[in-house]
């Protein structure tokens, strides 16, 4: 692939991610103007396994656009993953072990009076999310595979030490 094409997909990628990014803007916009209790809207889409799955398509991109050193594109994906929680309509249906394990994630960061476990996600998923694209941006895979690979088993030891016996149900996503 020549120069000239590699730079015309990325700027054809960068307005597909807006025209996505204004989507999202749409239907949280529409939500808010509805009434709807935006923190239980979001919460109820969240449920949506596909929000869970969606996930590493942001991330992956987000890192081979660092290696590129592309600082939008990395910026758009991450804007698309934290935006996706609530791109999917809420389930009519929630498998048992999934509710019980949002129930316990949503009582931890949500319902306790201490806004330290809620403080504590957001520093570990901000040094992570910096640590893979610092690694990427170094143009050093492997260090970037090794962040990926212990991001994934710290949330599974997180969910499996911490979630009251429901943290099974994180683990397969």
């Known amino acids: 692939m020549t120069k000239t094409t590699s730079a015309k997909i990325d700027v054809v990628l960068l307005w ?25 809207w979001v919460w109820d889409r969240h449920q949506n396994l596909f929000s869970w799955y969606s996930r590493p398509l942001f991330i992956i991109p987000a890192a081979y656009y660092a290696y590129r050193r592309k600082i939008w594109h990395v910026l758009g994906f991450m804007l698309l993953l934290a935006t996706s929680l609530f791109w999917f309509a809420a389930p009519a249906s929630t498998d048992p072990a999934i509710r019980e394990y949002l129930q316990w994630e949503a009582d931890l960061f949500f319902s306790n009076k201490s806004k330290l476990p809620l403080l504590g996600l957001i520093v570990a998923v901000l040094i992570f999310l910096f640590s893979l694209f610092y690694a990427f941006w170094q143009r050093n895979p492997w260090l970037g595979l090794l962040v990926i690979n212990a991001g994934t088993v710290l949330k599974i030891i997180v969910s499996l030490a911490l979630g009251e016996g429901t943290g099974a149900a994180a683990v397969l996503p």
Not at 16 to 40: K, R
């Open 16 to 40: 597909i991610i807006g025209v996505i990014l204004v989507y999202s803007a749409i239907i949280f916009t529409s939500a808010f103007f509805s009434g709807a209790d935006m923190g239980a």
